[in-house]
C-alpha cells in the first residue's frame, strides 16, 4: 500500500534524562542534528538500528528530521506516435519505490522523490516516440520495461520493484492487427487442413505399398512352392520315366484302362518299393487324392496278383504307406 505521509519533515527536538529514546517502526527514520552545528555530527536511528539515551544526551541535538521509507506507488501515462507517425501508443508505467538512504534524503532536503522517478520514466518514454511500428507492441513494452528498471537502479538512494509496462495501440491501428491476424488465424486453419489431407494421402498411400507388398509375398510364395512342386514331379518322372507318363496320360483320361494296363504290364521291372515311395510324393504335391489317388494306386501296383493284393492293401491304409517309406529312408541312411 502507497504512503502518503510528506517524504521529509523537521521538528524541534529536545531530550530529558527522563525521555525515552525516539523508536521509529520499519517505515521511519529519524536524524538527529544540532541546528547550526557540524552538518557532518548526526545521529541516524532506525529499527534496525536503535539509539541509547546516552548517546542522545550526548550530542546535544536540538532538531530531529524525519524520513520516510515506505513503499510509494507511482503512475506514468503518456501518448508516443508509432514509427510512421499516423498511429499512437498509449504508455503506461506503473512501479513502487522507496527511499533506501535517508542520510541522502537529509543532506540534499529532499522532499519529494516521485519528481526524480518522474523525470526517469518520461524521459525514456519520449526516447522510444516514433522507434517502433504498431507490430512490436510487445517489443516497445519489453524494452521500456528493462530501461526503466535499469536506470533506476542506478539511483542509489532509492529503491523500487513491481515495475509494469502497458503499450496500448490506438483504435485504427488495433483494428489494423486485428485483421491481420485473423487473416493469418484463417492461413492457418488451411494450412493445418491441407496438413491433414496431406497426412490422410500419405497413410492410404502406405497402406495400399504394404498390401501390395504383402500381395507380392504371397504370390511369391506361391511360386515357390509350385516351383517346388514342379521340381517333384519332374524328379519323379525321370525318376519312374514311362510308368510315370502312363500314369498321367490315363488320370487325365488320354488312354483307356485297357491301354493302361497294357503299358504297366511292359513296365513291371520297378520295385513294389519304389512305386509305392513315387505314389507318396505325389500325394504330398497335391497331384493325387482321393478315389482317384486309389484307382490309379490299384493300376499302377497291379491287380490279381500278389503285388496287386499288397498295393490294394497299401493304399486302403495311409500308415501303411507312411511306414513303408519311412523304412526305406532309414534303410537308405
Known amino acids: 500500500m502507497s504512503d502518503n505521509r510528506p517524504l521529509f519533515t523537521v521538528n524541534n527536538f529536545k531530550f ?27 545521529l541516524v536511528i532506525t ?16 532538531k530531529i528530521a524525519e524520513v520516510s521509507l515506505a513503499w510509494r506507488e507511482y503512475a506514468f501515462q ?21 527511499i533506501s538512504d535517508c542520510v541522502f534524503v537529509f543532506k540534499s532536503k529532499m522532499d519529494d522523490a516521485e519528481e526524480v522517478v518522474r523525470d526517469i520514466v518520461s524521459k525514456i518514454v519520449e526516447d522510444c516516440h516514433k522507434a517502433y511500428d504498431i507490430e512490436s507492441q510487445i517489443e516497445l513494452e519489453s524494452a521500456l ?8 537502479k542506478e539511483i542509489t538512494y532509492l529503491e523500487s520493484k513491481e515495475i509494469a509496462v502497458g503499450a496500448a495501440l490506438d483504435e485504427r491501428a488495433t483494428n489494423i492487427i486485428n485483421a491481420a491476424l485473423d487473416a493469418m488465424a484463417d492461413e492457418s486453419i488451411g494450412n493445418n487442413q491441407n496438413e491433414q489431407l496431406t ?41 519312374l520315366g514311362e510308368s510315370y507318363s502312363t500314369f498321367l496320360a490315363y488320370i487325365n483320361g488320354e488312354i483307356t484302362s485297357i491301354e493302361f494296363d497294357s503299358r504297366v504290364q511292359q513296365n513291371r521291372s520297378a520295385s513294389m518299393l519304389t512305386k509305392l ?27 490279381g496278383d500278389e503285388q496287386g493284393v499288397i498295393g490294394q492293401q497299401a493304399i486302403s491304409d495311409s500308415k501303411a504307406v507312411d511306414e513303408c517309406v519311412i523304412v526305406e529312408d532309414v534303410e537308405e541312411y
Open 16 to 42: 530529558s534524562i527522563f525521555d525515552s529514546a525516539p523508536k521509529p517502526d520499519r517505515d521511519t527514520a529519524y536524524v538527529l542534528y544540532k541546528e547550526g552545528g557540524n552538518p557532518d555530527k548526526i
Open 145 to 152: 520495461k528493462d530501461r526503466v528498471a535499469e536506470r533506476l
Open 199 to 239: 497426412r490422410k494421402i500419405q497413410r492410404e498411400k502406405d497402406i495400399s505399398i504394404k498390401k501390395l507388398e504383402a500381395e507380392n509375398e504371397i504370390q511369391k510364395r506361391k511360386n515357390d512352392l509350385n516351383d517346388t512342386k514342379a521340381e517333384g514331379v519332374k524328379a519323379l518322372e525321370e525318376k
Open 277 to 303: 515311395q513315387a505314389l507318396k510324393q505325389l500325394v504330398e504335391l497335391d497331384v493325387l487324392s482321393g478315389p482317384a489317388l486309389e484307382r490309379a494306386a490299384v493300376k499302377l501296383l497291379g491287380e
Open 78 to 98: 503518456q501518448k508516443i506516435a508509432d514509427v510512421t507517425g499516423n498511429f499512437r501508443f498509449y504508455v503506461t508505467v506503473k512501479l513502487k519505490y522507496r
Open 47 to 62: 529499527q534496525q538500528e536503535p539509539a541509547l539515551g546516552s548517546t542522545i544526551r550526548a550530542g546535544g541535538y536540538n
